[in-house]
């Protein structure tokens, strides 16, 4: 697999642990040492992909900004980001593109060669989906399961997936068969992901000491 795939970033996440219903903002739009939390992730994906595609749903404009095309669940409900990885699926069968790398918007520090090494390992295990991973001091190898590379052929699968009931990416894709892509790391977890205000405030530390 020598072709880069598309991107999708899931930024459809309604950030209730974050105040959104407080300020208006989605998840993605919080500010980051001095930049959304979004553009972050766009300017850490897009060299790594060859287009890229925001997963979101409600008004596209408040999206203007960033110069991308908005893609949004095709179906109803806000099931989560399953969905989200189906429409940029559907949106990837409509570039012509054969495989898809999603990241989610509130996870701003994963890793710059993310692509690279999920190629790699779709290459070497021969699976339709590779998931990023990771080993935690205490709990030992863990799946990020919304850090993956989806062939388009597990399109329609999802979909009858989605309309059955399933919600659950990592559950999901162990049952229709995946493989992992390991990332390890001795400072920052590139797979810190901003849930809280809390978290917010130790992402602005970790943002200034990489600036340092």
Same mark, same amino acid.
């Given at each position: 697999?020598?072709? %880069? ?16 219903? %407080?300020?208006?903002?989605?998840? @993605? ?19 790594q992909v060859q ?10 404009? =408040?999206?203007?900004? !960033? ?10 409900? #806000?099931? @989560?980001?399953?969905?989200g990885i189906l429409?940029?699926?559907? *949106? /990837?069968?409509? %570039?012509?593109?054969? $495989? ?8 701003? !520090? !994963?890793? +710059? ?8 390992s779709a290459r ?7 998931? &990023?991973?990771? $080993?935690?001091?205490? %709990? @030992?190898?863990?799946? $990020?399961?919304?850090? @993956?590379? *989806? &062939? ?14 399933? =919600?659950?990416?990592?559950? *999901? /894709?162990?049952? #229709?068969? +995946? ?11 590139? !797979? ?15 943002? =200034?000491?990489?600036?340092?």
């Amino acid at each position: 697999m020598s072709q %880069k795939p598309v991107g999708v970033i899931l930024a459809g996440g309604q950030a209730r642990r974050m105040g959104r219903s %407080k300020n208006g903002l989605d998840k @993605g739009l919080f500010d980051l040492g001095g930049q959304t939390m979004l553009l972050r992730v766009v300017r850490r994906l897009q060299p790594q992909v060859q287009s890229l595609v925001i997963s979101a749903n409600g008004d596209p404009a =408040r999206f203007n900004d !960033f110069g991308l095309e908005v893609t949004e669940d095709s179906i109803q409900g #806000y099931l @989560g980001p399953l969905a989200g990885i189906l429409a940029g699926l559907d *949106w /990837a069968v409509n %570039k012509g593109a054969t $495989h898809v790398v999603s990241v989610a918007v509130d996870t701003p !520090f !994963f890793p +710059c060669d993310l692509v690279v090494e999920l190629q790699k390992s779709a290459r070497l295990q021969k699976q339709p989906i590779v998931l &990023a991973a990771s $080993h935690d001091p205490q %709990k @030992g190898l863990m799946r $990020h399961p919304v850090f @993956g590379l *989806w &062939a388009v052929t597990v399109r329609q699968d999802l979909r009858q997936a989605l309309a059955g009931g399933v =919600r659950k990416v990592g559950q *999901w /894709a162990e049952t #229709y068969g +995946c493989s992992s892509a390991v990332f390890d790391y001795q400072a920052i977890d590139p !797979f810190f992901n901003v849930n809280t205000m809390d978290d917010l405030a130790m992402a602005n530390t970790l943002v =200034r000491d990489e600036e340092v």
